[in-house]
């Protein structure tokens, strides 16, 4: 079977650094995206990975290692506003999105 | 309208009953999604559309259909709605074609079957 796996929840500080993890096993993998999703909100676009090695995009960063089914999401100067949900989801030899359960994180002061 | 839209934006419906969920986009994308989210697990696909005038079946289809009549709407029904449809849907749409497809999300639809 197809599977996402990440963290259920994590907590940070405040202007600190998190890093989220994503593990997969998918039939096929045609890229790796992340989705920031706000409660009560639409998920939205973050970052898309398809080749191995790390894509920075201000703030945040994603990583990904094919051979591995591994990537993970740098946050960095950690904003009260970052407080949501982060979906990893890979693109299956279908062409369809495998989604994990989301991390929720929660930015403390 | 920019983007994608979804209405109603919540409903409270009796078992048994008929629903129409309405999704419409104008970012003239060729492909248009239905997913359903609930709590504790990943967003499943019910039903997507890559052109207009073709539908496909996603993961979980029971009890949903869709139709795709012109590029912009792409509504899903419940025929007979039952209590495990509870759940939050929201509708998507794509490129299909870039390099990254990205998906992108309507605000979504909170609905409750009694």
């Known amino acids: 079977g197809q599977n996402i796996d990440q963290p259920t929840e994590m907590t940070a500080t405040e202007g600190a650094i998190v890093q989220i993890n994503c593990t997969y096993q998918t039939s096929g993998f045609n890229g790796l995206f992340w989705y920031q999703q706000h409660a009560g909100e639409a998920p939205t676009f973050l970052s898309y990975?398809?080749l191995d090695g790390l894509e920075e995009k201000g703030r945040f960063s994603s990583f990904l290692s094919r051979s591995k089914g591994y990537s993970y999401l740098l946050l960095k100067e950690l904003q009260m506003k970052d407080s949501a949900s982060y979906l990893c989801a890979v693109r299956d030899s279908n062409y369809q999105l495998i989604w994990g359960a989301g991390t929720k994180l929660i930015i403390k002061p | 309208i920019a983007g994608i839209t979804q209405a109603p934006t919540s409903q409270i419906l009796a078992a048994g009953r008929r629903m129409t969920l309405r999704c419409t986009q104008d970012m003239r994308h060729n492909a248009m999604y239905w997913y359903r989210q609930d709590l504790g697990l990943g967003l499943r696909l019910i039903h997507y559309s890559n052109t207009a005038g073709t539908t496909g079946k996603g993961e979980v289809p029971d009890g949903y259909s869709v139709s795709r009549a012109n590029t912009d709407d792409f509504p899903l029904t419940l025929a007979s709605a039952v209590p495990s449809q509870t759940s939050v849907y929201f509708c998507a749409s794509s490129e299909r074609g870039g390099s990254t497809d990205t998906q992108y999300f309507g605000p979504g639809t909170r609905l409750t079957v009694l």
């Open positions: 990975n398809v």
